[in-house]
T-cell receptor
Framework: EAGVVQSPRYKIIEKKQPVAFWCNPISGHNTLYWYLQNLGQGPELLIRYENEEAVDDSQLPKDRFSAERLKGVDSTLKIQPAELGDSAVYLC???????????????FGPGTRLTVL | KQEVTQIPAALSVPEGENLVLNCSFT??????LQWFRQDPGKGLTSLLL?????REQTSGRLNASLDKSSGRSTLYIAASQPGDSATYLCAVKGGAQKLVFGQGTRLTINP
């Protein structure tokens, strides 16, 4: 069974440029997560989708970040314009995700390492 | 606000030793706790998930325990091997359905 797929794996851009990351979750997983991980830190949640609905986007900087999951399967995270401080690893995860359930193991993709110059 | 702390931040031990990694959290109202492994430049690999009603889970040489009342979990690794070298992260899931991560423990097993 394929795991969570993310692309690209690496991206280098200049500040003020736009950038987009793509994620395809494990087949059948209803819940999709985008995390940001700074060097030496644990991941921090940016947004959580249950099917097509963004049910928690409280940590997403909405002035420059946007995300979509139009058909409830794959998802795109966009930054426009990028700033130097956005350099980090962006991780996507998915789970079978019954809301409120305790059996809710999250599976992570390899991440996209973004460098903003 | 849930806070998760992992101590130590780094640990280096000789091959073959048994070791314990620690994780503490401030809010005991959790649904589950998950231990992950992260290799350099890679994503996270789930090792063990403990539901709030459970006390421990085992997988091979790994054993994770959970004491909700004291806000603590431990990950025990038996007979450590160089391939166990990685960063180990614990994360708790609370009422907001959000995983809150610790900063991780960077483990090095010396041959």
């Amino acid at each position: 069974e394929a795991g969570v797929v993310q692309s690209p794996r690496y991206k280098i851009i200049e500040k003020k440029q736009p950038v987009a990351f793509w994620c395809n979750p494990i087949s059948g997983h209803n819940t999709l997560y985008w995390y940001l991980q700074n060097l030496g830190q644990g991941p921090e949640l940016l947004i959580r989708y249950e099917n097509e609905e963004a049910v928690d986007d409280s940590q997403l900087p909405k002035d420059r970040f946007s995300a979509e999951r139009l058909k409830g399967v794959d998802s795109t995270l966009k930054i426009q314009p990028a700033e130097l401080g956005d350099s980090a690893v962006y991780l996507c995860a998915s789970s079978f995700g019954i809301a409120g359930g305790t059996l809710d193991e999250q599976f992570f993709g390899p991440g996209t390492r973004l460098t903003v110059l | 606000k849930q806070e998760v702390t992992q101590i130590p931040a780094a640990l280096s031990v000789p091959e073959g030793e048994n070791l314990v990694l620690n994780c503490s959290f401030t809010d005991s109202a959790i649904y589950n706790l998950q231990w992950f492994r992260q290799d350099p430049g890679k994503g996270l690999t789930s090792l063990l998930l403990i539901q709030s009603s459970q006390r421990e889970q085992t997988s091979g040489r790994l054993n994770a325990s959970l004491d909700k009342s004291s806000g603590r979990s431990t990950l025990y690794i038996a007979a450590s091997q160089p391939g166990d070298s990685a960063t180990y992260l614990c994360a708790v899931k609370g009422g907001a359905q959000k995983l809150v991560f610790g900063q991780g423990t960077r483990l090095t097993i010396n041959p």
